[in-house]
């Protein structure tokens, strides 16, 4: 899987970045969550930061963001259907 992402015609900071590009989505999906925990903009400008200087530490981060977020909408449709079946 890690050759799909490196094979795409991306330059080369951000193909050695790699799993790491997904935090800047990962990091606006959840400031438009919880928009009062932090900015758009600077939750942009953090993560694009991140991913260019330690993209191995990002790609971490992103995993670690995806995880909550599963969790976080595991957690929802829990509640929906507890609320549903009550």
Do not use: E, K, Q
Not at 12 to 22: C, I, M, T
């Amino acid at each position: 899987m890690n050759r799909v992402v490196t094979s795409l015609p991306l330059p080369g900071l951000l193909r050695r970045a790699g799993w790491g590009v997904l935090l800047v989505p990962v990091v606006l999906l959840v400031a438009s969550i919880f928009p009062w925990a932090i900015p758009w903009g600077v939750a942009a400008a953090l993560a694009a930061a991140a991913v260019l200087l330690v993209p191995a530490v990002a790609a971490d981060v992103a995993t670690v963001g995806v995880i909550g977020l599963g969790i976080y909408a595991s957690l929802l449709t829990s509640l929906m259907v507890h609320a549903y079946f009550w």
